[in-house]
């Protein structure tokens, strides 16, 4: 039977959205829809031990070139840190050398899971949103085309997530040596562990929140409004990590948010053992 340009057209973006939403949806199905979980990635730990055992080097390294930059600046007359700031700071990096990956691994990520599971429990999964890629291929070019660009957002996710897992373990590993910059006074990259380390954890649970949204608020996806509601409420969730990211960094609630653990904590650290030392 003799096909117009239009049908052969339709039939081509009909299967490549069923490609791409079969390709999105496997990784999303890994990645999105399931708990964070770092420790199925065997040789990450051994990774982390290495980069430990290269990091308390370094903070050696760390305390005697602050050392040697205190004792330059009192000959010199323009020295704003003392010897007791020095060793306060090189003792609470190694602390947090120590404690950072169970902050990770035994605080963060499992509060993160415990959110992800209160979604995934309402019924969100990845199977609920096929319906935006179930398009028919009779349908009409602008359907197609919509359901097509829909599959492309949810492959951009996948990617999305893939990237987050690799920031995930990055940011595991080199928590060492975030804890051990402590000591510095120009090279502190503490605190930007940690709002990155919030950032990309959290990342998860407000992404699944946005699509239990998209999902409650779309409905059966039939109609090109449809679509076009689904599309506001996927950039938004593409456009997450970024969002989050700028809420601890620009606002001052996020920086009070992170700081409680990032920053108050760390001072009251300081001063307990500032105490002892002076005692």
């Not at 890994?30 to 290495?50: H, Q």
């Not at 990055?170 to 090279?187: K, T």
């Not at 059966?220 to 599309?231: E, M, N, P, S, Y």
Request: net charge positive; glycine share 8%.
């Amino acid at each position: 039977m003799f096909k117009s340009p239009i049908e052969y057209l339709n039939e081509l973006l009909h299967n490549l959205m069923n490609d791409i939403a079969n390709a999105a949806f496997s990784w999303l199905k890994i990645y999105l829809f399931m708990p964070t979980d770092l420790s199925k990635y065997a040789y990450v730990s051994e990774a982390y031990n290495i980069i430990f055992m290269i990091s308390v080097t370094i903070g050696g390294v760390f305390f005697t070139f602050n050392m040697f930059k205190l004792i330059v600046e009192k000959i010199g007359g323009y020295s704003q840190r003392g010897v007791q700031e020095v060793i306060v700071r090189t003792f609470v990096g190694g602390i947090l050398a120590v404690l950072a990956p169970f902050l990770l691994k035994e605080i963060l990520i499992p509060l993160n899971n415990a959110i992800v599971q209160i979604f995934l429990d309402k019924g969100i999964k990845v199977e609920t949103f096929s319906k935006f890629v179930g398009v028919p291929g009779t349908a009409a070019t602008a359907v197609l085309l919509a359901g097509l660009a829909m599959a492309i957002i949810f492959l951009l996710l996948a990617i999305q997530y893939i990237i987050r897992t690799v920031e995930l373990l990055i940011i595991f590993v080199m928590s060492p040596l975030a804890a051990w910059s402590i000591v510095n006074e120009d090279m502190n990259i503490w605190s930007v562990w940690w709002r990155e380390t919030i950032a990309t954890i959290f990342t998860q649970s407000l992404q699944i929140m946005i699509l239990w949204l998209a999902f409650n608020s779309i409905g059966d996806a039939v109609d090109l409004k449809d679509f076009v509601i689904g599309f506001g409420f996927m950039i938004f969730c593409l456009m997450g990590p970024g969002f989050l990211r700028k809420f601890l960094y620009s606002t001052g609630a996020g920086r009070k948010a992170v700081g409680v653990l990032g920053g108050t904590g760390k001072s009251v650290l300081f001063r307990y053992v500032t105490t002892k030392f002076v005692k």
